[in-house]
């Protein structure tokens, strides 16, 4: 059983930057792929990024790429989202997954365990 619980949103002007962090229960959470999704009022919940246990690969969807950063401290037990560039249409809850296979991440029903989301809200 793993545990998240996120912590770092809050409000920003666009073009500004955020860095979200997720704190994971456990002792194996070195085995688990880490990821964030987001869901903004109205939509679907959607896959941002992903990271393997060994934090040597990742994947991002094409309207976070070049902006957002995953990255992970196994020692930590912590999972990182650096927020660069922000804009209007990054606003969203984001919520952090752990899942013990990798394959299809970007299926939401490849993850096996969720946070309880933060809040990202993004002004024009």
Known sequence: QVQLVESGGGLVQAGGSLRLSCAASGR??????MGWFRQAP??????VT????????TD??????????ISRDNAKNTVYLQMNS???EDTAV?????????????SRGSWNYW?????VTVSS
């Open 60 to 69: 991002y969807a094409d309207s976070v790429k070049g902006r957002f950063i």
């Open 115 to 119: 946070g309880q989301g933060t809040q």
């Open 50 to 57: 992903a990271i393997t246990w060994s934090g040597s690969s």
């Open 86 to 88: 922000l804009k209007p």
């Open 42 to 47: 109205g939509k679907e919940r959607e896959f």
């Open 28 to 33: 194996t959470f070195g085995r688990y792929a």
């Open 94 to 106: 984001y919520y952090c997954t752990a899942a013990t296979t990798y394959y299809n991440l970007r």
